[in-house]
């Protein structure tokens, strides 16, 4: 007992007699004042302590230029009927890549943007679809006209005769105004969709190289090294690419990941557009807390609009060039640890209640100055 007793000693919060305490209103109210703050202070801490934050950084991206870079996409044409549209992946050099995994489809829409397809249509990419169309029907005339592209004594029987008299002079021809092209299948298909649109959507899995993907009119082919789409003499200003971005991304989707191009509306009164998007690909590791990992990308963009009306080279459609960043962003969960997490509850409890203490005695001495200068006034 003399041990415990003993221990008296060491009290470090000694207690005056109750008859020494004074009890003022000013105190009760800092009292309350500064139980209420400490409750709210306790509360947010706890949320935070619950709640998983994040971590960036940034270093250089070490992965093989070997890996597949999933794209996923689905873009809606206001005026362009699914019949005309290829789906190309070219890389920087304008070669169409190889061994590229896609599963991609479209939908015809009527003028109002409804569905009028039974099912989807499944369709491949990199296409050489361009070849010599045998199905010109001769018309029953002994000399056809060549439009002023040959001489006179040469005929132009079929719709091809046509186009390769325009062709020797450099010109251009306009097949809808061409009687031998009448029964021309591209003038035939364009009339009898030509209040149509189209939803396309898929996936594709591409090299982690620069190249571009793209969406456009026409039979796609290579041409001395180099990638081209036929119309077969329409004009370009006849396909409206007008077009509605309902969600493009690269990779994986992971928490707080941003679309850029997610409901990005393009459209313009008139056809002949080219729509070129620059991406900028940045390869994205995201760790999570229960020590799984993502590895996706995230992207940046800049538009440009090209018209073709004034004899510009170019193809209506929609453009998506993209480029990969050396640099790498790493996402990190992490989460307060109890021991921090405790260090700053006694940070606040001490912390509000020293403040409140201090506020308390200056209130109290301040107050018995006034009343002694008052009572002191009074005495003279």
């Not at 169309?133 to 006209?145: A, F, M, N, R, Y």
């Not at 006849?238 to 992971?254: L, Y």
Request: glycine share 6%.
């Amino acid at each position: 007992m003399s041990l415990l007793w003993s221990l008296k000693h060491f009290d470090a919060y000694r207690k005056p007699m109750d008859d020494f305490r004074v009890k003022t209103l000013s105190g009760g109210l800092v009292t309350l004042i500064a139980t209420i703050t400490i409750g709210l202070l306790i509360v947010l801490e706890t949320r935070q302590f619950l709640a998983t934050d994040v971590l960036e950084h940034l270093f250089v991206d070490s992965t093989t230029s070997d890996e597949r870079v999933h794209i996923e996409f689905d873009i809606t044409f206001n005026k362009l009927p699914c019949n005309f549209i290829t789906v190309d992946v070219m890389d920087v050099s304008s070669e169409a890549q190889d061994n590229i995994n896609d599963d991609i489809y479209r939908l015809r829409l009527d003028a109002e943007g409804r569905n009028i397809s039974e099912t989807a249509q499944k369709i491949e990419i990199n296409q050489n679809k361009t070849s010599v169309d045998t199905t010109d029907l001769v018309q029953e005339v002994k000399c056809g006209s060549c439009y002023g592209a040959a001489a006179d004594g040469i005929c132009c029987n079929t719709c091809e005769d046509v186009k390769n008299a325009y062709a020797i002079k450099g010109w251009q021809v306009n097949i809808e105004e061409v009687e031998q092209c009448k029964n021309d299948k591209w003038v035939k298909e364009f009339n009898e969709h030509k209040n149509e649109g189209c939803r396309v959507y898929g996936t594709v899995k591409v090299a982690k190289v620069a190249g571009n993907f793209h969406l456009a009119p026409g039979d796609p082919h290579q041409a001395m090294r180099s990638h081209v789409h036929d119309l077969h003499n329409l004009d370009p200003v006849k396909f409206d690419a007008s077009h509605t971005v309902n969600h493009i991304s690269f990779g994986k989707s992971f928490p707080g990941k941003n679309y850029p191009l997610d409901g990005k509306v393009n459209t313009d009164n008139r056809g002949g557009i080219m729509y070129q998007y620059y991406v900028k690909v940045v390869p994205t590791r995201y760790d999570y807390l229960d020590g799984r990992v993502d590895q996706s990308h995230q992207f940046s963009v800049t538009t440009h609009k090209k018209d073709l009306g004034f004899r510009q080279s170019g193809l209506p459609g929609f453009f998506l060039q993209y480029e990969f960043s050396p640099l790498m962003v790493q996402y990190e969960e992490f989460r307060q640890s109890l021991a921090s997490f405790l260090v700053s509850l006694c940070a606040i409890v001490g912390g509000v209640f020293a403040m409140a203490q201090l506020v308390d005695i200056t209130i109290y001495h301040s107050s018995r100055y006034m009343k002694n200068r008052i009572a002191g006034g009074k005495l003279t």
